[in-house]
């Protein structure tokens, strides 16, 4: 019998679950079964997004005869060729041969490796669109997100991401199909983050890739290929996928993973553990030889600080804490600070090969200090654990109470006694000109004449810069209107042309425009270098002409929201949450993630304030 799920008016869930599945990809264990998800838009052309594993191929093929309601299948997009999600692509075709497949080129050599069929796809690249009536769906390439072949898909009509493998967890659907229909943070989210870690965890930089990309996409809805689909607090998950794809840690924290085949060295790592927990500091113990590398892998991403506490076998690491080893250099950890514990009645040499190892990763940290056993641990050894404790300890410079909650002494709103300016900033990519609003010009050196600015890489204007390497800052002064910062602000030059009415065309010698309006000057910037700072790029330019308009005084940010910025409007004051200060997007909810990023104007959480 069918089970299907509604997601808007015109997308079913056609998917299925599987909770006899033991080990997800041979490798990961999945106690809590694994869902195939598959989606059917039911528009003047039918589209089913991507299939399911063969596992589940009976209960899929009657969800989708039912959603179908007899009308036929005009479109199979394939997202991802893991089999997990296309194993029954031959099936399908024979069910119905009229089905026009929509995939990339890459696809399409690997839709003929796994079953050998030639047939007629309509290939598609980026920001290629598929009309399907009231539908309009834009492919977006995610190159190892997690393999070669991955694209997602927009539906800029419902504003919905279909994201394939990104943002999926483990675990089945068990009735529910949205993630604000459980407790998803409490029940699911350790789930999420081993998905997301043992599966695309060493691509951080294409996962980075693909987050760059939604961010410029207005999106109100994902759909993933497992697990639940987000219609609310969608930065819940964004948030974190920030943290895991830049390996940062999410927990200040020790996770101690130790390999005892007597339970010497367990008891070595526990006295260790007691040492750290009696400073405040947040300690969670595993057991190599007993929980799966997966579950090890994923706390490795969580947590700051890693032990690793092993004996020595067969003249090596022991045998479970080696895999564990090599499974995270595999996976890519970075950014930790680690401490060794070696254990061996007549050779140690796991920490030694321990230390070869995790020094390879990037910025990783291994103490000096090893704790190296004999046997036993000997009372004399316990100042060598305390200074390893002490060491740990150091890292955190945040009061004793704050350590485990991992809340940080930062008050942001620091930020706001900082003195700005507000700036147009133009660029021009052969016949595009265009132009955003920063806030970031600074003086570096008077001679030579030198500026930088830092760009939202999000930003059209950051990839024309990028492209050329030449911009204008417009300074803008009192007199300026909301409407500029809203025209230059609030809205992409992607989508549209933000001088297709101006009448004047006012350039300077690089050609590119200015703004003669509302400014008092204007200075021309050549970059000499870029420097990548996560979500801007930080532009050093030499400067190349500059010229004043007026004497009006420069905006600042305090006078922008002292007398321009408009006051909240009245039907936003009744909700409850947070505005952004910069545009007035509001955010509802209790609190408001601290790297949430406004879908307006790209500000962070520095710019909101709780609706009062
Ligand atoms: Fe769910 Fe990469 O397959």
Known sequence: M???????????????????????EGVYSVPGG??????????DKTVLFDTVDKAVSHRFFENVTFALDGRQLDYLIIQHMEPDHSAVLDDLLLRYPNVKVVCNAKTQIMIKQFFDLDIDVKIVKENDTLNTGKHLLHFVMAPMVHWPEVMVTYDSTDKILFSADGFGTFGALNGAIFADEVDFNADYMNEARRYYTNIVGKYGTQVQALLNKASTLSIEMICPLHGFVWRKNLSDIISKYMLWSTYQPEENGVMIAYASVYGNTENAAEILSGMLHNKGINTIMYDVSVTPASEIISAAFKWSHLVFASTTYNA????????????????NIQNRTVAIIENGSWAA??????????EKCKNINVLEQTVSIK???KPTQMTELAAIADTIAADFTQPEENLRTGTTQTNLAAMYKLSYGLFVLTAKDEDKDNGCIINTTIQITANPPRISIAVIKANYTHDMIMKTGEFNVSTLSTSVPFNVFEHFGFQSGRDIDKFENCTSDNRTANGIKYIPKYSNSVISGKVVDTYDYDTHTLFVADVTEAFV????????????????????????????????????????GDTLPDDFICP????????????K
Request: proline share 4%; glycine share 8%; aromatic share 12%.
């Open 316 to 331: 090596g690491i022991f045998v479970s804490m080696e895999e564990l080893i090599n499974d995270l250099v595999a996976h």
């Open 375 to 377: 046997s036993g641990l």
């Open 549 to 588: 308009l007026s004497n009006e005084p420069s905006v600042t940010y305090q006078y922008y929201f002292d007398n321009i910025k408009p006051k909240p409007q009245p039907n936003a004051e009744k909700k409850k949450g947070f505005i952004c200060k910069i545009c007035g997007y509001v955010y509802e």
């Open 2 to 24: 069918h089970f299907t799920k509604n997601i808007t008016n015109d997308l079913i869930w056609v998917g299925a679950n599987d909770r006899r599945l033991a080990m997800f």
């Open 34 to 43: 694994v869902s195939y998800n598959s989606y059917l838009l039911l528009d």
């Open 600 to 611: 307006i104007c790209k500000h962070g959480a520095i710019d909101f304030e709780p609706i």
């Open 349 to 358: 040499t796991s920490g030694g090969l321990i230390r070869g190892k995790l």
